[in-house]
């Protein structure tokens, strides 16, 4: 493909457009992807989820400025599940870009993609291959950490920021959902807000109270999550936090740990294409009728949920010839 | 099953044990909701979803004791993905059930099943089944209104109502996330705080900037969301707030759009079974030993891993005798 040579060469224009055709979808994406995916592997991975109003994007932002001094290009994929607004997400593109704007080292895409929840991961993860083809040092994927979807895009990158901010309310509770686990680095942001040392403390508590044994893929014994103080606004403590992701990294590749994170990631991304692509297979196979006819009887409570969906599975089976 | 029979009497301890064999998912689980399914469709089902730190709990509390007060029994299902602490889901049930206890008018489930994101909706889905069977005259699906799978799982409620608060950093922002078309109802809860009328105007704003043709299955046109401040600690506000759902339920039985929110559910419920179903089917097909074998083509970049997905597939495909 025309596209992905050009893509490989550094063309930013090209990148963009591959990933329009990821959020679209087609089988042309699918073409794009296998052809770009033996030149990818190369990119560190970071995942940065946080409650909303934390700063997160304003904390990657600077990160991002940080990397670019230390002469590293960087690609941040936004992933802001459906804002209502079909601009908003382009709307957030631009603003940052303003920031960042004329440097060809930064790539900033948000993904606003609307329907099924397997959708949106799916296409995360590809924008991620496509920006590591590409040729990006460090790829950073932003997500609102409050999701179990969200927690799990973000908790499939190699290092894993977790932000929380003073303030919020109850600070346990907006970190609590999920995250503790796969935090590989805490931010606290805002941290020249009053409680900022009150929520240090609450997540070096909720460290000393998660599972001695890590599941596969969380944070191993031998690395301890730092907790780091930020002001992303004024760029204090950015420094710290970036240095904080890069010793993960050197740990991760140091402890061959990498290749454990690189197969829990590669196992999460087969089975979110394979959901997709079974239910997209299913719906080729079974004429809506037939699908609109079971509904009826499930509303009408003839048939429940799980009979229906027995006699869908062996519609939707391949015929035999 | 001699279980069902004793819920349909309304035995609680029974229907404790079926939500039980629901969190479990194993056939029992399956074969019981196909004999409560019949008995289902009496409840009005109300979603309640907010950013965390908008007081949704105390507030579904304060509802519950409103409809008690209105003699109508309450099933309550709260969302909690994915808690740290496997004993999280539930302290918090005995803490809010200490508020409401001995009173057998109403249950209180929380949901902290880890694993798959179909997996919650689906078992979120058989647990308002149950409730629903057992005769609770209301059914609340309480979830964190951030991710997009707990959206969608609060979205899927007769009725929803999007909890915000004032001095949260930027409202628009905690409610952005594709909640604002699925509220049928906007509280403006912990009102007594400094921001509570700026919130209720930004919600308002919003609301007029929303697509003037609504979605299938959102708020119609012949509705209009109201706006309520609430109080939940002192339940200032609870009864209004009460009585615009309840104006709600009226509004869809009265204008027939409950039929087109049942479909609705239906198909969601009945795809999310799906999504599911597929991926343990092809699982029981595919050795444990191909599987691995194609995640290590992937990761050694042999294979894209859409063509990985394709061969699985293949290898999934339903034996021809």
Known sequence: MELVTRLLAGDRRSLARIISLIEDDGRDAHKALAELYPHTGRAHIVGITGAPGTGK??????????????????????????????????????????????????????????????????????????????????????????????????????????????????????????????????????????????????????????????????????WEPPVIKTVATRGDGVDELLEAIEAHAAYLHESHLIQRRERDRVTAVLETILQVELLARLRLRVPPERMQALVEQVLDRELDPYTAVDQLLQLGEAPCS
């Open 57 to 222: 994007s304003t904390l990657v932002n600077a990160l991002a400025k940080g990397y670019r001094r230390r002469d590293l290009t960087v690609g941040i994929v936004a992933v802001d599940p459906s804002s209502p607004f079909s601009g908003g997400a382009l709307l957030g593109d631009r603003i940052r870009m303003r920031d960042l704007a004329g440097d060809a080292g930064v790539f900033i895409r948000s993904m606003a993609t609307r329907g099924t929840l397997g959708g949106l991961a799916r296409a995360t993860a590809d924008v991620v291959l496509a920006l590591d083809a590409a040729g990006f040092d460090r790829v950073i994927v932003e997500t609102v950490g409050v999701g179990q979807a969200e927690v799990e895009i973000a908790g499939a990158a190699h290092s894993v920021v977790v932000v929380a901010a003073p303030g919020m309310g109850d600070e346990v509770q907006a970190i609590k959902a999920g995250v503790m686990e796969i935090g590989d680095v805490f931010a606290v942001n805002k941290s020249d807000r009053e409680g900022a040392d009150h929520a240090v403390m609450a997540i070096k508590m909720m460290q000393g109270l998660t599972p001695a044994a890590p599941p596969a893929g969380s944070a191993d014994a031998g």
